[in-house]
């Protein structure tokens, strides 16, 4: 079973609003992955985090591998109407090369024009 | 580039039925991944290839499920019989290796199984 706690569950907001959510887990992960899932899609990554504090941007998204290499999060500045859709962490734990990627339960977004 | 390639993108059956997955990887992605997702979830690994040898099969309910990657790029998933709890939607990527190495994924096989 998953083993990524993802919250909040549901955020329903307002055009221009900010948007934060975060994942967390018991493991260490050496990498985290974010994607986004549109109706009728498969997820698309947003952006991917290699290193334990890594701050890193992708146009008005941004996020963070936490410290302890257990934890990360997302950051929406300024949420558009296109921004609508279901937000997946995802970590990788790369020893032993199994390459298994863990997903969270998903955020799903809403944005009211 | 083209990303990874799934068909068919939809498919309607009856339960007992057979069903079949195709998946085309990123050109030069020696590591293939088959994931399930069911409804209101995030994806799970079913199967993980690496070039054409399956390294990670623990997840893959192999009574019904079958998967192939013969040449080491296209690879094949199949159901057989299909049950409704099969219903989901069937998610194809790939990487460049594995060791911290980006996942890409298809726009993925959507399955109802009747």
């Known amino acids: 079973g998953q083993q990524l706690n993802q919250s909040p569950q549901s955020m329903f907001i307002q055009e221009g609003e900010d948007v934060s959510m975060n994942c967390t887990s018991s493991s260490i992960f050496n990498t985290w992955l974010w994607y986004k899932q549109d109706p009728g899609e498969g997820p698309v990554l947003l952006i991917a985090l290699y290193k334990a504090g890594e701050l890193t941007s992708n146009g008005r998204l941004t996020a963070q591998f936490g410290i302890t290499r257990k934890d990360s999060f997302l950051n929406i500045s300024a949420s558009i109407p296109s921004d609508v859709g279901i937000y997946f962490c995802a970590g990788l734990k790369s020893s032993s090369n199994t390459g298994k990627l863990i997903f969270g339960q998903g955020t799903t977004l809403q944005v009211k024009p | 580039e083209a990303g990874v390639v799934q068909s068919p993108r939809y498919k309607i059956i009856e339960k007992k039925q057979p069903v079949a997955f195709w998946c085309n990887p990123i050109s030069g992605h020696n590591t293939l991944y088959w994931y399930l997702q069911n409804l209101g979830q995030g994806p799970e690994l079913l199967i993980r290839?690496?070039?054409?040898?399956?390294?990670?099969d623990s997840q893959l309910p192999k009574d019904r499920f079958s998967a192939e990657r013969l040449k080491g790029v296209d690879s094949t998933l199949k159901i057989q019989p299909a049950e409704l709890g099969d219903s989901a939607v069937y998610l194809c990527?790939?990487?460049?290796?594995?060791?911290?190495?980006?996942?890409?994924f298809g726009e993925g096989s959507w399955l109802t199984v009747v």
């Open positions: 290839y690496e070039n054409e040898e399956a390294v990670d």
């Open positions: 990527a790939s990487s460049l290796g594995t060791a911290g190495n980006t996942i890409y």
